[in-house]
């Protein structure tokens, strides 16, 4: 299929997507006996990762206990909130129950983990319950720390020119109904990202980029002033997106402040107050984005899980960076956000991540060595217009490993990486959670 059809025929990118997938899935190995055990297998977390874990775990292993510590009814599927936070999605486009995607053979106890004993090899929970393991996979996710900038609640999130999409379904609705009002009156947009790590640090991009590119359309060229305020002295954590990405704000007049990081806010003026290596700085606006730190749950950074000698602020859990195996504690795990590796806060990094711990999980119940690595894939459907993306794919040497090479080129704005985030990837995500992709 030539690029012209590809292109013009929405019916040919889903048949590129699908057979993509069929040739990813020829690569698997052929599913194997499954492993009789009765191993205790604890997951705390029933997000994208411990989802996935716990049904590719049902399928390998027979007679496992597992059991999902997870207090959240609703499941969120998180890459779709910057399109909620755009207009372009509705909330309960990002919603569904927990217990759809969870397989019927495990145990779940809708109470959150509140300390763990990784000695003593127990969790225990919200509600009083002591959860003994024989190996334990921690995938809570990670905590928002919106209490880290004076002035800022959540409250206010949809009002006064403030949006703040990483916080929730709801919360990504109000923060397009503030941008929405943004693009028709005209004014200062101000976007921000945090200083720690991040989930998907490319959305506070793709907001920039959407919110520009709506503005433009509603109210004119010229109505608009867009700034950007990153947390260090580059775009991207990828130095060749980084350029990129500043090529593209130079020519959509979009002006980024370097090592700029939120400290503070005042509504009432419309101020927002920065940390610079110079002082504090401030900045008016009349659109405010707030993107805050983001740190590890309480219970990990008390659990003796993380790491002692690096982000020690945020309390991500020492694992070895290609088996995700803690470093002093064999018998545990980590997954997704919560792990201490130097990228893989995506959802398309759990993808890859989650078929390594099955891989080292079940070996070592065989009293074995498992085989695969991970190696830091991340992906970023980057959203730069309504309808328009660059598919950026990146390892933990910041090179570019793209999918699809010759047909999606990763550093083009693309019509086709837009159907990517926004058709393709939820069915992908949807696959993964059942533990088939």
Not at 40 to 57: D, E, F, K, P, Y
Not at 103 to 113: G, H, Y
Not at 231 to 254: A, C, T
């Amino acid at each position: 299929m030539d690029m012209q059809n590809l292109k013009a025929s929405r019916r040919g990118f889903l048949g590129l997507m699908a057979g993509g997938m069929a040739t990813a899935a020829s690569l698997r190995p052929a599913s194997a006996q499954a492993v009789e055990t009765n191993a205790q297998i604890v997951i705390i977390g029933a997000g994208a990762a411990g989802t996935s874990l716990a049904n590719r775990l049902v399928r390998r292993l027979d007679g496992a206990r597992i059991t999902i510590l997870d207090p959240s009814p609703m499941h969120f599927y998180q890459p779709g909130l910057s399109l909620v936070a755009a207009g372009l999605k509705p909330a309960s486009y990002t919603e569904s129950d927990t217990t759809e995607w969870l397989p019927k053979d495990i145990t779940l106890i809708s109470e959150a983990a509140a300390a763990i004993d990784p000695v003593a090899k127990t969790v225990a929970t919200t509600g009083g319950q002591s959860v003994p393991y024989d190996f334990l996979v921690v995938a809570p996710g990670l905590v928002l720390d919106h209490d880290a900038i004076e002035g800022f609640s959540l409250d206010m999130v949809g009002k006064d020119g403030i949006g703040a999409l990483y916080a929730g379904p709801q919360y990504a609705a109000r923060t397009w109904e503030a941008a929405s009002a943004f693009a028709e009156t005209g004014g200062v947009g101000l976007f921000t990202r945090p200083a720690t790590e991040m989930k998907c640090a490319g959305a506070p991009l793709k907001h920039t980029f959407l919110i520009e590119d709506i503005a433009t359309r509603t109210a004119g060229a010229g109505k608009h002033e867009m700034h950007y305020a990153a947390n260090n002295n580059s775009l991207f954590g990828v130095p060749i997106v980084s350029e990129k990405v500043r090529m593209l704000f130079d020519e959509r007049g979009i002006t980024p402040h370097y090592s700029h990081v939120l400290k503070a806010i005042d509504a009432g003026r419309k101020i927002a107050t920065f940390t610079t290596p110079d002082g504090d700085a401030e900045l008016q606006y009349d659109y405010l984005h707030v993107i805050p730190p983001q740190r590890a749950p309480e219970v990990i950074r008390q659990s003796g899980l993380s790491w002692a000698d690096k982000w020690t602020d945020q309390g991500w859990v020492e694992v070895d960076m290609k088996t995700l195996r803690h470093l002093r504690y064999p018998d545990v795990f980590a997954l997704g956000d919560v792990a201490g590796v130097p990228k893989g806060k995506t959802a398309a990094s759990v993808k890859w991540q989650v078929p390594v711990v099955e891989d080292h999980l079940v070996a070592a119940i065989q009293g074995g060595e498992g085989r695969l690595a991970y190696d830091g894939y991340t992906s970023c459907p980057l959203i730069t217009r309504v309808g328009r993306a660059m598919l950026v794919e990146f390892d933990y040497h910041n090179n570019l490993v793209p999918s699809f090479p010759g047909v999606i080129a990763p550093l083009e704005e693309l019509w086709i990486s837009w159907l990517m985030k926004e058709v393709a990837l939820k069915a992908t995500y949807n696959a993964m959670l059942r533990g088939k992709a």
